[in-house]
Each structure stands twice: as structure tokens, then as C-alpha cells.
């Protein structure tokens, strides 16, 4: 029943800010919808550390700890987004006439962003990931200027010319699941029962094409040319979901499926998969140090961490995937805050270029402490919780015997830690410009981002005894040996 909640409820969400009499009130129905998807998402985190697994319909609506955590990740972080929108959406240019529009949208992307986790089928999967897709689009148009129609266009076509190359690897995937003698319904679970009995010519060219698919949605280099623009136009509490949760979910899907691989004898390509996320966190550490945008900033971070997240996976050890597991979660609650900070300093100073924000803590102390906050843990400094699991990813790396991989992320890390400072520390310090003045930041807003820190301070020097647990299950899902 939870599991059916945690689904229904952004959907109920959409349709009640889609009925004209409810238009008044869609930033409260949003609130109160997704705050009780996060509660049915925490129920069903418990039911799973009980039990291993929850059961929706059976075949069709599953969760594991893998899926669980994922659930409970998007539910959280769509909702400190939406207590953030409350404030921000009234601010500047917005339309309030077109508020319910956006309202509905949103829903239908936390509907579908929940959903895919949820989903026992890989088949339902792809379903679930061009939904994210479409809704991700139109939210990054919302707007409605020329950088933002542009930057929703570049996305439809980067994107959405992946759903045909991953449609083909699931097929693909169908083939050498029956080829190894699967008669049951095709799920994540079955699949994985099958991996050792399926020709691995077939699984490694279904992962292939899944992987290109998928890659191009969750902003891996060289196919993240959409993501920079996407995530500097929409509004911030789309961009936080987007950077925060969005670019996870088809990467999730990535690594239910780089398991199965994995699983088979004879398919190995974790290598390739290490090779591939260095890259990713190469030109990511790189464009770092250029970039002018500190929205674009905090995009390319999301590019070095997806790269991190899938390089951690191709060690291929249970303490790899719970590293990368590890990841994945510091890093959707911490990005989802760093936009939250780019909102307000949007907000105060009306301008996303950095050589333009000068004294942030004399023109907005309160965004002047959370963009150092925030930039310190997405950088990966101690003790943030980006800061362990990125030193936990290095040594189980060595573990392993990927001696260079190791200290090539080393060397790519530290880059990325020093261009994003570079770039922060002038925003903070300096004498500001004299058309700036104080300025005060929404009270919803500010909420938002006093609650999305609080776990970021609290992860970095103790994780609560159900939270390992439930990582530790989800690693389990990942493989590894």
C-alpha cells in the first residue's frame, strides 16, 4: 500500500492543480501531496530493511533496497523543492496566472521520477525514464525567454535521441533473456537469477545500447553538451531536481543493468565502465575551471559526480557499491541545496554571472553562509558527506588494483575542488558593486534550504544505523565481488 501512495500521490497532486476551482492553492497541494509521498516513501524504506522487499503488484510494482533508497531520495528532495518554489516562483518575472501550469508539471515529474524506481519491469523502465524526459523538458521551457526555449530544445533533441538506442537494448535485453531460457515475466530480479545462462554477446550489446541511451539523460561526457544549458535556464527548484535527482534516475537504471552484466562470466566490462566515468569527471573538472555561470558551475559538478558514481561501479566490489551507493545519495542532497543557494543569489543580485557577484556576504549574509556551506560539501570537503564517500570510492579502488584509475580520480578530484573555489571565493569576498543592496530571501526558501542542510551537516559525522542499512541493501543490488 505505501509503495501505491508514494506513486499516487504527486499524480493526485497534478490532477488537482490541472482542476480550475484548486488553482488558488496549488503550492499547498504540491506541498502537502509530496510531503505525504515522502512519508509512504519512509514507511516503505522500514518495510524494506524489515523484510528485503515491498510488493505493490506483484511483477509490476516492486522495491528493493536499491529502488527504496532511490524512492526515498527523489521524495525528499521533490519536496524540499517544492517548499522552496513557494517563495521563488512569486519572485521576478514569473506569471502568476501560469503558477498552476507549472505546479502541474512538477507533479507529473515527481510522479514519474518515483515511478521508474518502483518499477519491477526494465521494460516499464524506459517507460518511466522518457516520461522524465518529457516533463524535464517542458519545466526547463517554463520561462519562456529565448535562453530557456533554446536550452529545452537542445535538451528534447540530445535527450529524446536516446529513447530509440535504448529502446532497441532493452529489446536486445528480451532476446538474450529468453535465449538463456527465461520463461517468467521479465524483472530486475529474474534478469539477474538469468545473468550466468545468457549468451553475453547479446547482454554486453543491450547494455551498450541501454548505456547510450540512458548516458546521454544522465549527463555523462562526452553526451552532457544538453545539461549545462538546461540547468542554468529552468527555474531553481527545477534545476535542483533536475541536477539533484533527474540525472540519477536513468544512471540507476544504468547500474541495475551494468549488475546483471556483470553477473555473467564471460561479459566483463567494468574497465570499460572506469575508463568511460573518468572521462565524465575529466572534462567536468576541466570546464570547471572556465566556466562564467555559477548555475552552469554547479551543472558541470553534476557531470564530475555522475562520472564518479559510475567509475566507483566499475571497480566491481561490494565495497565499491556501497561507495557508489554512498555517492548517489550525498550527492542528490547536496547539489539539490547548491541550487537552492543559486536561487537566492538570483534572486538578491538578478544575474548568473560570476564576475558580477562580488561581497555576497555583505549584500545577503544568509546566501553568503549557504553558498560557502554548499560549496564546500559538493566540492568533497571534510566532513562532508561527498568528502567520505569519494575517500571511501579511492580505497576501495585501490582494494581492487586500480592503482592508476585511483589516482587519476585523485588528481581530477582535487581540480574540480580547486576550480570550484576559485570561482566561489570571488563571488564571497570583495567589495560589492554599488547598484547592489541588501536583500532578503523568501521565508519559504529559506526554510527549504535550513532543511535540505540539515542532513548534509548530519551525514558528515554520523549516519543513523537504518540509513547504512538500507545503503548496505542497495549495494547488494549493484553486485560486486
Same mark, same amino acid.
Not at 212 to 236: C, E, V, Y
Not at 270 to 292: D, E, H, P, T, Y
Not at 383 to 396: K, V, Y
Given at each position: 500500500? #505505501?509503495?501505491?501512495?508514494?506513486?499516487?500521490?504527486?499524480?493526485?497532486?497534478?490532477?488537482?492543480?490541472?482542476?480550475? +476551482? $484548486?488553482?488558488?492553492?496549488?503550492?499547498?497541494?504540491?506541498?502537502?501531496?509530496?510531503?505525504?509521498?515522502?512519508?509512504?516513501?519512509?514507511?516503505?524504506?522500514?518495510?524494506?530493511?524489515?523484510?528485503?522487499?515491498?510488493?505493490?503488484?506483484?511483477?509490476?510494482?516492486?522495491?528493493?533496497?536499491?529502488?527504496?533508497?532511490?524512492?526515498?531520495?527523489?521524495?525528499?528532495?521533490?519536496?524540499?523543492?517544492?517548499?522552496?518554489?513557494?517563495?521563488?516562483?512569486?519572485?521576478?518575472?514569473?506569471?502568476? #496566472?501560469?503558477?498552476?501550469?507549472?505546479? %502541474?508539471?512538477?507533479?507529473?515529474?515527481?510522479?514519474?521520477?518515483?515511478?521508474?524506481?518502483?518499477?519491477?519491469?526494465?521494460?516499464?523502465?524506459?517507460?518511466?525514464?522518457?516520461?522524465?524526459?518529457?516533463?524535464?523538458?517542458?519545466?526547463?521551457?517554463?520561462?519562456?525567454?529565448?535562453?530557456?526555449?533554446?536550452?529545452?530544445?537542445?535538451? #528534447?533533441?540530445?535527450?529524446?535521441?536516446?529513447?530509440?538506442?535504448?529502446?532497441?537494448?532493452?529489446?536486445?535485453?528480451?532476446?538474450?533473456?529468453?535465449?538463456? !531460457?527465461?520463461?517468467?515475466?521479465?524483472?530486475?530480479?529474474?534478469?539477474?537469477?538469468?545473468?550466468?545462462?545468457?549468451?553475453?554477446?547479446?547482454?554486453?550489446?543491450?547494455?551498450?545500447?541501454?548505456?547510450?541511451?540512458?548516458?546521454?539523460?544522465?549527463?555523462?561526457?562526452?553526451?552532457?553538451?544538453?545539461?549545462?544549458?538546461?540547468?542554468?535556464?529552468?527555474?531553481?527548484?527545477?534545476?535542483?531536481?533536475?541536477?539533484?535527482?533527474?540525472?540519477?534516475?536513468?544512471?540507476?537504471?544504468?547500474?541495475?543493468?551494468?549488475?546483471?552484466?556483470?553477473?555473467?562470466?564471460?561479459?566483463?566490462?567494468?574497465?570499460?565502465?572506469?575508463?568511460?566515468?573518468?572521462?565524465?569527471?575529466?572534462?567536468?573538472?576541466?570546464?570547471?575551471?572556465?566556466?562564467?555561470?555559477?548555475?552552469?558551475?554547479?551543472?558541470?559538478?553534476?557531470?564530475?559526480?555522475? !562520472?564518479?558514481?559510475?567509475?566507483?561501479?566499475?571497480?566491481?566490489?561490494?565495497?565499491?557499491?556501497?561507495?557508489?551507493?554512498?555517492?548517489?545519495?550525498?550527492?542528490?542532497?547536496?547539489?539539490?541545496?547548491?541550487?537552492?543557494?543559486?536561487?537566492?543569489?538570483?534572486?538578491?543580485?538578478?544575474?548568473?554571472?560570476?564576475?558580477?557577484?562580488? !561581497?555576497?556576504?555583505?549584500?545577503? +549574509?544568509?546566501?553568503?553562509?549557504?553558498?560557502?556551506? %554548499?560549496?564546500?560539501?559538493?566540492?568533497?570537503?571534510?566532513?562532508?558527506?561527498?568528502?567520505?564517500?569519494?575517500?571511501?570510492?579511492?580505497?576501495?579502488?585501490?582494494?581492487?588494483?586500480?592503482?592508476?584509475?585511483?589516482?587519476?580520480?585523485?588528481?581530477?578530484?582535487?581540480?574540480?575542488?580547486?576550480?570550484?573555489?576559485?570561482?566561489?571565493?570571488?563571488?564571497? $569576498?570583495?567589495?560589492?558593486?554599488?547598484?547592489?543592496?541588501?536583500?532578503?530571501? +523568501?521565508?519559504?526558501?529559506?526554510?527549504?534550504?535550513?532543511?535540505?542542510? #540539515?542532513?548534509?551537516?548530519?551525514?558528515?559525522?554520523?549516519?543513523?544505523?537504518?540509513?547504512?542499512?538500507?545503503?548496505?541493501?542497495?549495494?547488494?543490488?549493484?553486485?560486486?565481488?
Amino acid at each position: 500500500m #505505501a509503495l501505491m501512495i508514494a506513486v499516487a500521490l504527486p499524480l493526485l497532486a497534478a490532477l488537482l492543480c490541472w482542476i480550475k +476551482p $484548486f488553482r488558488a492553492f496549488v503550492w499547498g497541494i504540491t506541498v502537502v501531496c509530496l510531503a505525504g509521498s515522502f512519508a509512504a516513501a519512509v514507511v516503505i524504506a522500514a518495510h524494506v530493511l524489515a523484510h528485503g522487499q515491498i510488493i505493490g503488484i506483484p511483477d509490476w510494482f516492486e522495491a528493493d533496497g536499491l529502488s527504496a533508497l532511490v524512492i526515498l531520495l527523489v521524495s525528499f528532495v521533490c519536496t524540499i523543492a517544492a517548499i522552496y518554489a513557494g517563495g521563488y516562483m512569486h519572485h521576478g518575472s514569473h506569471q502568476p #496566472a501560469r503558477l498552476w501550469w507549472f505546479y %502541474c508539471n512538477y507533479n507529473l515529474l515527481v510522479f514519474a521520477l518515483i515511478v521508474v524506481p518502483a518499477f519491477a519491469s526494465p521494460n516499464l523502465v524506459w517507460v518511466g525514464v522518457e516520461l522524465v524526459t518529457l516533463f524535464s523538458i517542458l519545466l526547463v521551457g517554463f520561462e519562456n525567454t529565448p535562453n530557456a526555449l533554446e536550452a529545452a530544445w537542445k535538451m #528534447a533533441i540530445l535527450t529524446i535521441m536516446g529513447a530509440p538506442i535504448s529502446f532497441l537494448g532493452f529489446l536486445a535485453l528480451y532476446w538474450a533473456y529468453h535465449l538463456g !531460457g527465461g520463461g517468467t515475466m521479465e524483472t530486475w530480479q529474474s534478469l539477474y537469477a538469468s545473468a550466468a545462462a545468457m549468451p553475453s554477446n547479446q547482454l554486453k550489446f543491450a547494455f551498450l545500447l541501454v548505456f547510450i541511451g540512458f548516458g546521454a539523460k544522465s549527463g555523462l561526457a562526452p553526451m552532457h553538451t544538453w545539461l549545462p544549458d538546461a540547468h542554468s535556464q529552468a527555474p531553481t527548484p527545477v534545476c535542483a531536481v533536475l541536477s539533484g535527482i533527474k540525472t540519477s534516475i536513468p544512471l540507476y537504471a544504468i547500474l541495475r543493468l551494468l549488475s546483471i552484466v556483470l553477473a555473467s562470466p564471460e561479459a566483463r566490462i567494468g574497465n570499460w565502465m572506469v575508463v568511460i566515468g573518468l572521462v565524465s569527471v575529466a572534462i567536468a573538472a576541466f570546464l570547471l575551471l572556465q566556466v562564467r555561470d555559477y548555475k552552469r558551475m554547479f551543472a558541470y559538478s553534476t557531470v564530475e559526480h555522475m !562520472g564518479i558514481i559510475l567509475t566507483a561501479a566499475g571497480f566491481a566490489t561490494h565495497a565499491s557499491a556501497y561507495s557508489a551507493v554512498a555517492q548517489m545519495m550525498n550527492h542528490s542532497i547536496t547539489k539539490s541545496l547548491c541550487f537552492y543557494t543559486a536561487g537566492l543569489v538570483l534572486m538578491a543580485l538578478e544575474t548568473r554571472q560570476i564576475n558580477q557577484v562580488r !561581497g555576497l556576504f555583505r549584500i545577503s +549574509p544568509f546566501a553568503g553562509g549557504a553558498l560557502l556551506l %554548499c560549496s564546500l560539501a559538493i566540492a568533497g570537503a571534510p566532513p562532508f558527506p561527498i568528502f567520505l564517500s569519494e575517500f571511501s570510492i579511492l580505497s576501495a579502488g585501490l582494494k581492487s588494483g586500480h592503482v592508476a584509475a585511483v589516482i587519476i580520480l585523485a588528481i581530477l578530484i582535487v581540480i574540480a575542488f580547486v576550480a570550484i573555489f576559485l570561482q566561489v571565493n570571488s563571488m564571497l $569576498f570583495g567589495e560589492p558593486s554599488q547598484a547592489a543592496k541588501p536583500a532578503v530571501a +523568501p521565508r519559504s526558501s529559506r526554510t527549504a534550504i535550513i532543511i535540505a542542510a #540539515a542532513p548534509i551537516v548530519v551525514l558528515g559525522v554520523y549516519i543513523p544505523g537504518p540509513i547504512h542499512s538500507l545503503m548496505t541493501l542497495a549495494a547488494q543490488q549493484l553486485g560486486g565481488h
